[in-house]
């Protein structure tokens, strides 16, 4: 039972990227799924949580309106589109997946954390 992030990369400021996370041993689409952010020096964010399949998505201030979620049930993935990036967010990306619960906004426990993606936005 794992996740699997891919997908980062550098990218210039104003650019695109998209997160992949791949479950394997569970079916990804039942389960809440969390995306994460980790920048050096700094605590652990939550910028994209979802806590069902058919729940509210929270969106931190620092992404909301650039970034999306969407889902691919065939792959059994989730991904994470990022736009119009900037510098401040570089960060190693996690994507978290936890048994699903009602609510919104991210939860203190995951069950299943991925290894992470380095992404870095710089010109």
């Known amino acids: 039972v794992q996740v699997v992030e891919s997908g980062g990369g550098l990218v210039q400021p104003g650019g695109s990227l998209r997160l992949s996370c791949a479950a394997s041993?569970?079916?990804?689409?039942?389960?809440?799924i969390g995306w994460f952010r980790q920048a050096p020096g700094k605590e652990r964010e939550g910028i994209l949580c979802?806590?069902?399949?058919?729940?509210?998505?929270y969106y931190a201030d620092s992404v909301k309106g650039r970034f999306t979620l969407s889902r691919d049930n065939a792959r059994n993935t989730v991904y994470l589109q990022m736009n119009s990036l900037k510098p401040e967010d570089t960060a190693v990306y996690y994507c978290a997946a936890a048994l699903p619960v009602s609510g919104y906004g991210c939860l203190e426990e995951y069950h299943y954390w991925g290894q992470g993606t380095q992404v870095t936005v710089s010109s």
């Open positions: 041993g569970f079916t990804l689409d039942r389960y809440a």
């Open positions: 979802i806590n069902s399949r058919d729940g509210y998505t």
